[in-house]
């Protein structure tokens, strides 16, 4: 006990509490003001990037978006997974010095001439590449074009086509098609639909059955099935990829090997071809490359405004 004679309690509780009230001043300070995709920023990274202006609301808040700008950023260039190559940084060296009437030596020694360090310059072109390549990510990734906006704009190209007599008609093939469907399960797998299947047309070749028979018997798509498999007029683009592609790749009157689409394993015929109206599809289509153009075009104007139409961006007062 004689030795705590020496120290000064009261002294030390002084600072005690001056620690505890500067240690929360500093968490006052330090307050978080946004989350930008959850990550927090602080006041003083926002004082920081404020930096000698006036400390005005609007300032302020342009300071704030500085720094949300630069974190979207770089999560976008974390995010993006792209890197850059030292042979892509070649080839652009080389684009350079030969549109400039130079070749690569002579590059390095006018950049050696005028004190432009080539590592540097290399990290500045690479730098460079990987901004142009998360820019572009961005800027695609920020294009959002409902069905409810292709419809109406389209309808609208439409209609003013007609009222001035300039409506372009346009045709398309459509397909009559009838198919027999297998669906996978556990008693039947890949190998063995597919080998029903290769049973089924090898019978309706042989004229042991018709495809309308087999369709009705064996098809489990039994809406059509019902209809001796026939699917009716379409045009391919109704169907799933696999589908539409052996639809136009089967002649008519001819039935396809077994081949799969995600519904399961099929076998079809085309029964007939026709023209079809495509018109009203051709103005969706122009409506739909109008609103992703402009759409490409507002994001290329300021591509982190692209970053931000897909960021979670929280504000805290």
Same mark, same amino acid.
């Given at each position: 006990?004689?030795?705590?004679?020496?120290?000064?309690?009261? $002294?030390?509780?002084?600072?005690?509490?001056?620690?505890?009230?500067?240690?929360?001043?500093?968490?006052?300070?330090?307050?978080?003001?946004?989350?930008? @995709?959850?990550?927090?920023?602080?006041?003083?990274?926002?004082?920081? =990037?404020?930096? +000698?202006?006036? @400390?005005?609301?609007?300032?302020? %808040?342009?300071?704030? @978006?500085?720094?949300?700008?630069?974190?979207?950023?770089?999560? $976008?260039?974390?995010?993006?997974?792209?890197?850059?190559?030292?042979?892509?940084?070649?080839?652009?060296? %080389? /684009?350079?010095?030969?549109?400039?009437?130079?070749?690569?030596?002579?590059?390095?020694?006018?950049? /050696?001439?005028?004190?432009?360090?080539?590592?540097?310059?290399?990290?500045?072109?690479?730098?460079?590449?990987?901004?142009?390549?998360?820019? @572009?990510?961005?800027?695609?990734?920020?294009?959002?074009?409902?069905?409810?906006?292709? *419809?109406?704009?389209?309808?609208?190209?439409?209609?003013? $086509? &007609? =009222?001035?007599? #300039?409506?372009?008609?346009?045709?398309?093939?459509?397909?009559?098609?009838?198919?027999?469907?297998? #669906?996978?399960?556990?008693?039947?797998? /890949?190998? *063995?639909?597919?080998?029903?299947?290769?049973?089924?047309?090898?019978?309706?070749?042989?004229?042991?059955?018709?495809?309308?028979?087999?369709?009705? +018997?064996?098809? #489990?798509?039994?809406?059509?099935? $019902?209809?001796?498999?026939?699917?009716?007029?379409?045009?391919?683009?109704?169907?799933?990829?696999?589908?539409? &592609?052996?639809? *136009?790749?089967? #002649? +008519?009157?001819?039935?396809?090997?077994?081949? &799969?689409?995600?519904?399961? !394993?099929?076998?079809? %015929?085309?029964?007939?071809?026709?023209?079809?109206?495509?018109?009203?599809?051709?103005?969706?289509?122009?409506?739909?490359?109008?609103?992703?153009?402009?759409?490409?075009? %507002?994001?290329?104007?300021? !591509?982190? &405004?692209?970053?931000?139409?897909?960021?979670?961006?929280?504000?805290?007062?």
């Amino acid at each position: 006990m004689e030795n705590m004679k020496g120290f000064n309690f009261k $002294a030390i509780l002084v600072g005690l509490v001056g620690l505890f009230a500067l240690s929360a001043n500093v968490s006052a300070v330090e307050r978080v003001v946004a989350t930008v @995709n959850g990550s927090p920023i602080l006041e003083s990274q926002v004082r920081t =990037a404020l930096g +000698k202006k006036a @400390n005005t609301e609007a300032n302020r %808040e342009a300071a704030l @978006n500085t720094v949300i700008d630069d974190i979207l950023v770089n999560q $976008a260039i974390k995010d993006s997974g792209v890197s850059v190559s030292s042979a892509q940084v070649d080839r652009v060296m %080389e /684009d350079i010095a030969a549109r400039n009437g130079l070749t690569y030596g002579q590059l390095l020694d006018v950049l /050696d001439y005028q004190g432009i360090n080539y590592h540097q310059y290399r990290q500045q072109i690479a730098n460079q590449l990987l901004m142009s390549e998360v820019r @572009n990510q961005a800027i695609g990734k920020s294009v959002d074009v409902t069905r409810e906006e292709v *419809q109406e704009l389209g309808q609208k190209l439409l209609d003013q $086509a &007609k =009222a001035r007599g #300039k409506e372009k008609k346009v045709t398309g093939t459509e397909y009559q098609v009838r198919h027999i469907l297998l #669906k996978l399960n556990p008693l039947l797998n /890949d190998a *063995q639909a597919k080998a029903q299947l290769t049973q089924i047309r090898a019978d309706i070749l042989a004229h042991k059955t018709t495809f309308a028979d087999a369709a009705l +018997k064996y098809s #489990k798509d039994y809406l059509s099935g $019902a209809n001796g498999g026939s699917l009716g007029f379409a045009f391919p683009e109704t169907y799933v990829p696999p589908f539409a &592609k052996m639809v *136009q790749s089967t #002649k +008519k009157g001819t039935i396809s090997a077994p081949f &799969k689409t995600e519904f399961g !394993w099929h076998i079809l %015929e085309v029964t007939d071809t026709r023209q079809g109206d495509r018109t009203r599809d051709a103005y969706m289509q122009k409506a739909y490359e109008q609103l992703v153009n402009q759409q490409l075009r %507002e994001a290329s104007q300021d !591509w982190v &405004k692209a970053l931000r139409k897909t960021a979670n961006i929280k504000y805290f007062k």
